[in-house]
């Protein structure tokens, strides 16, 4: 994970403070419960009930606080480089290096020997992309 | 509302910050720089256009198209004195690079100059048209942070699909400088001979094509049966991106000084216009070009060579001109 996107995942404190909170107070609730049904022997439902809602309840919103990290747009798409041969239908896909660049002589073809070039390099478009 | 534009905001601060830091850090890996870097980076990234007077259109192109010029070479100037030993693709590239770290620095300051504007006077309507706005403005300010890592690693943009149409005419071709950062090479097609112009690549580059169709017509007395001009165009919300169409007229973006020329020029000549379009979103335009617009060059090529089928007659001369940043693309 780069740096921006540790930068970009921001909680919100106040709403983690009162999830925290609510969640130790269910706990807590709940810890009364059992103690109870342990000296009187009678269970009280409606306490452990509730105080398990509450636990389901806060887990949950604490999971829907993890936000996903902020996509600013300038993760790395992946791009490839298509090499192709003047002369036969020889093509090779391999990733993009640095210094690429389209009508870029490269070396001869494996297959005639003949002179190859770069004919086009390109990014796979993301899936949710139009 | 106010809580998801400061979120907005926060986004474009980042996104903000984070250009000048790849803008540095790639400056720094192009050489050793000499001064202070980060000082001189940041005078760039507040750097302000004014436009000329508008008050007296009279010639306002020509002043339009100096001031064009005085601003492109101050910003390769800059390049080279903060990394003497940069060839010219990498000046060109950092030059785009910076370009598109001002336009991130400039959106944050205008959505930040609304949003306390609007907090300051308790302006519902003012916070209202800043919300409104505001996705759009985030998406363009997306598309420039791609644009930002494509300039960093010299891959061609989605804009560059004009230029690589005419890269791959002119493949094998002799070529020549006609015009400031054009290239013309003589293509047949179809038994025509056709003048292919693109902007000398692979660095980042538009050049004038405006002033080298000038430059063929003149040269060739206008005696030039017809000029196809290729360029990339805004798609619509549902429309493929790579979708080719044609049209008639002048597909030159930008300022308007190149498209004013070639009109003027073509209208002085008579000499008729097609426009054949690659449909591309604004996110596409400035990032590393798509699968389905490469795909498009052949469709591209054969509606050139139906135009000219159709138009023309054997032994005419025309003129193609592919349009675009024609970074991470050669000739």
């Not at chain 2, 205008?110 to 048209?129: A, D, E, N």
């Not at chain 2, 400088?177 to 580059?205: C, F």
């Not at chain 2, 000499?271 to 054949?276: K, L, M, W």
């Amino acid at each position: 994970m780069n740096e921006t996107q540790r930068v970009a995942r921001r909680m919100p404190v106040f709403f983690l403070a009162i999830i925290s909170v609510l969640l130790v107070l269910s706990f807590i609730s709940l810890f009364q419960a059992v103690e109870t049904y342990r000296r009187t022997g009678s269970p009280d439902f409606l306490t452990v009930i509730m105080s398990l809602s509450a636990i389901t309840l806060s887990s949950y919103m604490l999971l829907q606080m993890r936000r996903k990290p902020l996509k600013l747009g300038f993760e790395m798409p992946k791009v490839f480089t298509m090499v192709q041969c003047s002369s036969c239908d020889f093509r090779n896909v391999r990733e993009f290096q640095k210094g690429d660049y389209i009508l870029k002589a490269m070396e001869p073809c494996p297959k005639c020997s003949s002179a190859s070039f770069i004919s086009s390099i390109y990014r796979e478009a993301e899936e949710k992309e139009e | 509302m106010l809580r998801e534009i400061e979120g907005s905001l926060f986004k474009l601060k980042l996104m903000r910050d984070q250009g000048r830091s790849i803008a540095i850090s790639a400056i720094n890996e192009m050489g050793k720089p000499s001064g202070d870097l980060a000082t001189r980076v940041d005078r760039l990234l507040e750097h302000i256009d004014i436009g000329p007077v508008d008050l007296d259109p009279s010639g306002i192109i020509r002043r339009l198209e100096h001031i064009i010029d005085i601003r492109d070479f101050r910003f390769k100037d800059e390049v080279r004195l903060m990394v003497p030993e940069a060839d010219e693709t990498h000046v060109n590239n950092v030059a785009n690079m910076l370009d598109a770290a001002l336009f991130l620095n400039q959106v944050y300051k205008f959505v930040r100059h609304f949003y306390l504007t609007g907090k300051k006077t308790s302006s519902f309507y003012v916070i209202l048209q800043l919300q409104m706005i505001l996705p759009q403005v985030v998406k363009e300010a997306e598309a420039f942070a791609r644009a930002l890592r494509s300039f960093t690693l010299g891959q061609p943009m989605g804009d560059g699909i004009g230029a690589l149409v005419a890269a791959r005419l002119m493949y094998g071709k002799e070529e020549r400088e006609i015009a400031k950062d054009v290239v013309v090479s003589e293509v047949p097609v179809e038994g025509r001979t056709a003048y292919v112009l693109k902007a000398k690549g692979p660095g980042a580059n538009v050049g004038k094509p405006g002033e080298a169709v000038k430059q063929v017509l003149e040269e060739k007395e206008g005696k030039i049966e017809r000029i196809i001009v290729i360029d990339a165009a805004q798609k619509l919300e549902g429309e493929k991106p790579g979708e080719v169409v044609e049209g008639i007229g002048v597909a030159i973006g930008g300022p308007g000084v190149e498209k004013f020329k070639v009109e003027e020029i073509a209208t002085k000549y008579k000499v008729p216009i097609n426009a054949i379009l690659i449909k591309e979103s604004i996110g596409d335009v400035v990032s590393t070009m798509r699968k389905e617009i490469v795909n498009s060059v052949d469709d591209v090529i054969e509606r050139i060579k139906r135009i000219v089928r159709e138009t023309t007659k054997e032994g005419d001369l025309i003129i193609v001109a592919g349009i675009g940043n024609t970074m991470g693309i050669a000739q």
